[in-house]
């Protein structure tokens, strides 16, 4: 089966700019996961979907960040305005209900 | 809130030696404790998970142990190689929390030739 895929794998936007990244989940995953990893730190947990449905959004950091899955398929985490301290790496996740993860690869976003 | 701490953050061994990595969790209720593999560059990997109703569980040259009473648990690689060398991550999570996974902040192991 096909992997867990995130595009893009970096980008690098100014301060103020937009930007949107995507996670295609396993096919038939209902649990699509969003994490975070500041450098050198813990991989924090953003946002879980059930299908289309926001389960848990609680570690969202502000209003700056939305999240959507259209359909329950492939979803989207847009960030605007960026700022300096939203630098990281992204991680995508999915998984039947009661399984374990398949991680995407990531993205690194540099905001600069 | 939730969290897990991990210890040590960097880990130095030499190829053939053992490697211990130790994790601490806050919620008694957890009791889903994976470990995952994340080499340069790629994506984190489910190495080995244990569950609260087991003690200890192994793989090859892997084991977890689990103290639920002490809120602990350890990462175990016996005969390490270079190609162990990598940054692991331990994680927790509840039931009803729909496998919402609190990690650790990794340890960076280095295994030398």
């Known amino acids: 089966e096909a992997g867990v895929t995130q595009f893009p794998s970096h980008s690098v936007i100014e301060k103020g700019q937009t930007v949107t990244l995507r996670c295609d989940p396993i096919?038939?995953?209902?649990?699509l996961y969003w994490y975070r990893r500041v450098m050198g730190k813990e991989i924090k947990f953003l946002l879980h979907?059930?299908?289309?449905?926001?389960?848990?959004e609680s570690g969202m950091p502000n209003n700056r960040f939305l999240a959507e899955r259209t359909g329950g398929t492939y979803s989207t985490l847009k960030v605007q305005p960026a700022e300096l301290e939203d630098s990281g790496v992204y991680f995508c996740?999915?998984?039947?209900?009661?399984?374990?993860?398949?991680f995407g690869s990531g993205t690194r976003l540099t905001v600069v | 809130g939730e969290n897990v701490e991990q210890h040590p953050s960097t880990l130095s061994v030499q190829e053939g030696d053992s490697a211990v990595i130790k994790c601490t969790y806050s919620?008694?209720?957890?009791?889903?404790f994976p470990w995952y593999k994340q080499e340069l560059g790629k994506r984190p990997q489910l190495i080995i998970d244990?569950?609260?109703?087991?003690g200890e569980k192994k793989d090859q040259r892997i084991a977890v142990t689990l103290n639920k009473t002490a809120k602990h648990f350890s990462l175990h690689i016996t005969e390490t190689q270079p190609e162990d060398s990598a940054v692991y991550f331990c994680?927790?999570?509840?039931?009803?929390?729909?496998?919402?996974?609190?990690f650790g902040a990794g340890t960076r192991l280095a295994v030398h030739p």
């Open positions: 919620d008694s209720a957890s009791n889903y």
């Open positions: 244990i569950r609260s109703n087991v």
């Open positions: 096919s038939g995953h209902d649990n």
């Open positions: 994680a927790a999570s509840k039931p009803g929390g729909y496998n919402k996974l609190i």
């Open positions: 996740a999915s998984s039947r209900q009661g399984d374990g993860y398949t």
């Open positions: 979907f059930v299908k289309e449905s926001k389960q848990d």
